[in-house]
């Protein structure tokens, strides 16, 4: 089932592997995407990956997070992003860019002083405190957004993926922890959810409703249990319910945002019983939609793979930290010569010069992973 095709939209797929999005570390100080970020691409096209989501793109100056961070807020990321997209095409590969605003986790700098939030609430990593958005600056955004897909359907991309997850600005919005708002932008879960619909429905009207729109859903904050007021089950899956008929061809299934610790990118996965952590997620969330889901976090073993989609968790494999360990892994996978990927989790790949395999193989042991 690995290696069976999938229908996401009108978006043929050729096995159900996906990278899943990861900053790289690698546009120019503007967003403009570079030849090395193409280069890593096509490298993971040539690996069989079948579907790569690229790192995140900022659809607003104003929406940057991190820096060397791809941007899509300007016509003139159409052409280097076209000429990406041919590379990966060139190997049967499909290729969906990220598109993403900061919100409470946007970088703040002497050209961008404010940071635009659903509400004011405190972020308790840096202790910055937003502004909360305006319905102008809310309208602004659903346009960005818009926009930043209009350019990807232009530059030849087979889709955008909205980040509605780890603590960005659509993540921002569907969390009752982050959007204490009491417009038509707040409130209950339809009214948090509203502000994607309205994307959606922008994108259709400038570009039609044939392009494919995917989403990463945060299923989760990943505060402990119990804790009130914050995204968790059943409220995630009634979340994916409403995206899932309103237009979304495909959810993956993710959680975390930085103030929960390391939710995220967990490490010391050194069995098959700590992969697949949001398998949980996933499986109630596949249960009560019609579109393909996607898993995310910690998946390392060709036996976890084969089980996520054979029992109904997922059916496709979103990998991040093991293709940047090994770009060739599907491949590898497919002709029988490895069962495990390589990769530790020790996370460190975010290497600010750029990702890549930081770990010494050669001396050191598994326990630190």
């Not at 978006?11 to 570079?34: C, I, L, Q, Y």
Request: hydrophobic content about 35%; aromatic content about 6%.
């Amino acid at each position: 089932m690995l290696f069976e095709s999938i229908i996401l939209g009108n978006m043929e797929v050729p096995n159900r592997f996906v990278r899943s999005a990861t900053h790289e570390w690698m546009a120019e100080p503007d967003g403009t995407p570079t030849d090395r970020i193409g280069g890593m691409y096509e490298e993971l096209a040539r690996g069989e990956v079948g579907l790569i989501i690229t790192g995140y793109a900022y659809v607003n100056p104003n929406g940057k997070s991190d820096n060397l961070q791809q941007g899509i807020y300007d016509d003139k990321f159409i052409e280097p992003y076209r000429k990406i997209v041919s590379r990966v095409h060139e190997h049967g590969s499909k290729i969906v860019v990220q598109i993403v605003h900061g919100g409470r986790q946007t970088m703040m700098s002497a050209s961008n002083p404010v940071i635009l939030a659903p509400s004011p609430v405190t972020n308790k990593k840096n202790g910055v405190t937003p502004e909360e958005m305006t319905e102008a600056e809310v309208l602004e955004s659903i346009e960005d957004f818009a926009n930043a897909a209009r350019r990807a359907k232009e530059a030849g991309f087979d889709g955008v993926q909205l980040h509605v997850a780890h603590g960005f600005l659509l993540s921002n919005f569907i969390s009752p922890y982050t959007n204490r708002r009491k417009d038509r932008w707040g409130g209950s879960t339809e009214k948090r959810t509203q502000i994607i619909l309205d994307i959606i429905d922008r994108i259709h009207e400038m570009i039609g409703n044939e392009f494919p729109i995917l989403v990463k859903l945060n299923a989760t904050d990943g505060f402990p249990k119990g804790t009130k007021n914050v995204l968790d089950a059943p409220e995630c899956v009634e979340i994916a319910k409403i995206l899932a008929a309103n237009g979304v061809c495909a959810i993956e299934v993710s959680g975390g945002i930085v103030e929960a610790g390391q939710e995220m990118f967990r490490t010391k996965i050194k069995s098959a019983d700590s992969e697949a952590y949001y398998k949980g997620y996933s499986k109630m969330i596949k249960e009560a939609v019609d579109v393909p889901v996607m898993l995310v976090g910690g998946i390392r073993s060709k036996v976890v793979m084969e089980q996520m989609l054979d029992e109904g968790y997922a059916d496709m494999i979103s990998l991040s930290r093991p293709l940047i360990c090994e770009p060739d892994l599907v491949t590898n996978i497919k002709n029988g010569e490895t069962e495990v990927a390589k990769c530790v989790s020790c996370n460190l790949c975010s290497d600010e010069s750029g990702i890549k395999c930081n770990y010494d193989f050669d001396n050191s042991d598994r326990e630190h992973s």
